[in-house]
T-cell receptor, first 112, second 114 residues
Framework: RKEVEQDPGPFNVPEGATVAFNCTYS??????FFWYRQDCRKEPKLLMS?????NEDGRFTAQLNRASQYISLLIRDSKLSDSATYLC?????????????WGAGTKLIIKP | DAGVTQSPTHLIKTRGQHVTLRCSPI?????VSWYQQVLGQGPQFIFQ???????GRGNFPDRFSARQFPNYSSELNVNALLLGDSALYLC?????????????FGDGTRLSIL
């Protein structure tokens, strides 16, 4: 089992719709979680950290479910510019401390 | 303010050669991390350096090495290149080595091995 797993997609979503995707992680001791966004052939950029109580940043909402070991990202009122690959990132623990462990990403395509 | 800068942007090498990739962090950032990203995959952690010392190492062979200089810039060296080393190599800087620090990425070096 991979340490961080994501549905690769692509998710094809009409503009204005709401879309959500999850990411599962294997190490129950993990404490820090992030969503990054990566545009085609560009570098990843931090979208948001994920806090235990869930957090919102404009149209984006991130949630953490420790019991089931997954985090989620919800995008409301999607824009064409939201088309990108969304990478789930989990901070390593134990021997993997100091490491960020990355999922392979979920590709999102917003269609007009 | 300049972001993270990496050089070169593109590089073509042949099997068996070695390569040196360079990274300059954001001014004031003392931690540099290196990642390898193969097409269709997420970045894979290679090294983290903080205050010129290695703080973490991913699951990569000894052909991969790195160092950090007093000005916090960093080099990644790869010896005896293999076809499978073809990837985008990303450098990220952060204020310190704390795992919760946001990482700021450079544009990457696209390495192709022929």
């Amino acid at each position: 089992r991979k340490e961080v797993e994501q549905d690769p997609g692509p998710f094809n979503v009409p503009e204005g719709a709401t879309v959500a995707f999850n990411c599962t992680y294997s190490n129950s001791a993990s404490q820090s979680f992030f969503w990054y966004r990566q545009d085609c052939r560009k570098e990843p950029k931090l979208l948001m950290s994920v806090y235990s109580s869930g957090n919102e940043d404009g149209r984006f909402t991130a949630q953490l479910n420790r019991a089931s070991q997954y985090i989620s990202l919800l995008i409301r009122d999607s824009k064409l510019s939201d088309s990108a690959t969304y990478l789930c990132v989990v901070a390593g623990v134990g021997d993997s401390n100091y490491q960020l462990i990355w999922g392979a990403g979920t590709k999102l395509i917003i269609k007009p | 303010d300049a972001g993270v800068t990496q050089s070169p942007t593109h590089l073509i090498k042949t099997r068996g050669q070695h390569v040196t990739l360079r990274c300059s962090p954001i001014s004031g950032h003392k931690s540099v991390s290196w990642y390898q990203q193969v097409l269709g995959q997420g970045p894979q952690f290679i090294f983290q350096y903080y205050e010129k010392e290695e703080r973490g190492r991913g699951n990569f062979p000894d052909r991969f090495s790195a160092r950090q200089f007093p000005n916090y810039s960093s080099e990644l060296n790869v010896n005896a290149l293999l076809l499978g080393d073809s990837a985008l190599y990303l450098c990220a800087s952060s204020l310190d080595s704390g795992i919760n620090q946001p990482q700021h990425f450079g544009d990457g070096t696209r390495l192709s091995i022929l």
